[in-house]
């Protein structure tokens, strides 16, 4: 299969405070690769490096064959390389479909001169920009909602529009930053369901940062786990997740987590009694 992302020995520190540290990602042209870890693990930094938030101390960057180390976020965005956030990132007074336009505007807006000054040119584009948002919203199940605001939709709702958003930059691979975080179970099953066929049916490569690790183990191929800012474990799903110094990172942070609750639980009793 063809590379179409690679990093190689990315690291980042912020204020002496190592973040992320000889990180190297291979990315398959359409593989769907789950990239997980506790919190603090890096996934969020590694993500950012790879979309230009961020600018990294060292390593390189690049997708499609081209370095992109230094390439600005919109320039990535052009190469076809798209992401969604953690914290939801929509213009509340627009409508759906107006949110999915600004997301074909960088690849199909008009030329700055047209926009300037209007006529046949720019209402081709924008009629342009509008039948790809409208067959976007269609494949993503949102085109009921066309015409509401976006800040009177559903969490749920936002989520999948700010993902239909990056879709319509008809990107080669799309980067999804926590996208279940906050749903319920039905919102959960839907997005895994919409990944699954984008990548499936669409051919379209993705790369997906999850805490939920069921979520992840039903959907990625491949999983790479970061741990204190390395690179704990990689490679297919099945065998990761069995092997124990990931099974040891989780549990033992859930066992940590559980003796704290447990000691809360005793100092309020035994303040209880006392009173």
């Known amino acids: 299969m063809t590379e179409l992302l690679v990093a190689r020995g990315l690291g980042i520190a912020f ?17 769907l690769l789950g990239l997980i870890g506790p919190n603090g693990a890096g996934k969020t930094t590694a993500f950012n490096l790879l979309t230009g938030v961020l ?21 990535r965005a052009l190469a ?12 509340d007074e627009l409508t759906v479909l107006q949110n999915v336009m600004a997301g074909a505007h960088g690849r199909h807006g008009a030329s700055t001169l047209a926009a300037v000054f209007g006529g046949p040119v720019l209402r081709r584009s924008e009629a342009l920009i509008r039948e790809k948002a409208e067959a976007v919203l269609a494949r993503t199940g949102l085109a009921e909602l066309a015409g509401q605001r976006a800040d009177a939709l559903s969490y749920g709702d936002r989520r999948r529009v ?13 980067l999804l930053d926590e996208p ?17 066929r984008l990548n499936a049916d669409d051919g379209l490569t993705i790369v997906l940062v999850e805490h939920n690790v069921r979520m992840v183990a039903s959907l990625c191929r491949r999983l790479v786990v970061l741990h204190e800012g390395s690179v704990l474990a990689e490679g297919a799903t099945e065998r990761v997740l069995r092997q124990p110094e990931v099974v040891g990172v989780y549990l033992g942070r859930r ?21």
């Not at 600018?55 to 320039?75: K, L, N, Q, V």
């Not at 958003?165 to 799309?174: C, M, S, T």
């Not at 906050?182 to 699954?196: W, Y």
Request: aromatic share 4%; with cysteine.
């Open 15 to 31: 204020g002496g405070v190592v973040a992320l540290k000889d990180f190297d990602l291979a990315v398959a042209e359409g593989d």
């Open 55 to 75: 600018r990294p101390d060292r390593g390189t960057i690049h997708f499609a064959g081209r370095e992109i180390t230094r390439a600005r976020p919109e320039r």
């Open 80 to 91: 076809g390389m798209t992401r969604t956030f953690q914290n939801i990132r929509l213009f």
């Open 180 to 196: 279940a975080a906050g749903m319920n179970d039905r919102e959960k099953a839907a997005l895994s369901e919409l990944v699954t």
């Open 162 to 174: 700010e993902i239909a958003r990056a879709l319509a930059a008809e990107p080669r691979l799309l």
């Open 255 to 275: 066992r940590d987590h559980e003796t704290r609750q447990g000691a809360g639980a005793d100092a309020s009793e035994g303040a209880g009694g006392g009173c």
